[in-house]
């Protein structure tokens, strides 16, 4: 039984990483935009400097404009893509999951295989983000480029909760689609000191990238680990995942599929007249 279980839940992991690996138009931009927009924020940004609060000493950071702007950039087109990837993926597969589940498929397994790849696309975006972000950052190397991946990560688990909660919501691609953009502007916008002029401020805790933007300074430049704040992240991304999940259950389940007692009646012959494909009435009994 271990073991079914175990290939079912291989089968529906890999079908959901099928999924994903199917949207190219997202790929696309993972691979194209990523490079472009830290190009075009540091081509803004460079040479300038910020004071960032560092919310976990407290304390208020000194640090480059252009590689704080290169993070935030970062966080922006990871929420957007992966946000769009989960969004489109779940949108797209919920009538075959519908029709999995009416063949016998456990939706646990379903669920499962959905939270697994959810788990490995960002954290393999997360990674690839990191490593061309490497690449750009000014004076130096970052003081913990895994701090960065975890950032990146934890922002990416949070709007792959959000594509999937909208996923299961939103029937309208076009509006998903323009929710998941404005609220990942809004979000992480207002992370940088240098498009927000009121930043720095408490209510920016309050917003789901708040724990990942604090994870990245932590990885930017030597500072404490913002244990809290990664609990935090956590916080958001079981939030929306869950949320989505029990909707996903909910419109999934097999509400007219009736099981059939093992032993049933045997077949009785019956008098009355049958009816032909043609729909002439019968008299005779087969």
Known sequence: MTSSFSRRLLTATRYALFEQGRNRFALGLLLIFVPLWYYLVLLLTRGTTLDFKYWATGAMLHVDGGNLSLL??????????VGFMFFAAVGKGMQFDRRLVLSGYPQVVLILGKLLALLLVTALISLY?????????QHGYPA???LIWLGFWCSALIYGGLGLLLGVL??????GFFLV??????????QNPVGNPVGNQPILKEFPSFGAMQLDVAGGWPNPVPWEYFGLSMV?????AL????????????RSV????????APTVSNRPNLNVSGTVSSEIP
């Open 243 to 254: 949320l989505g999940l029990i909707i996903f259950w909910w419109r999934t389940r097999a």
């Open 144 to 146: 913990s480029l895994p």
């Open 72 to 81: 935030t950039a970062g966080l922006n087109a990871i929420t957007l893509i």
């Open 258 to 265: 009736r099981t059939l007692p093992l032993t049933a009646p």
């Open 170 to 175: 939103v029937t309208n691609e076009l509006a």
């Open 181 to 190: 953009i404005m609220v990942s502007l809004f979000d992480t916008f207002i």
């Open 129 to 137: 983000a990191s490593l061309v972000l490497f690449a750009f950052w």
């Open 236 to 240: 958001w991304f079981a939030g929306f």
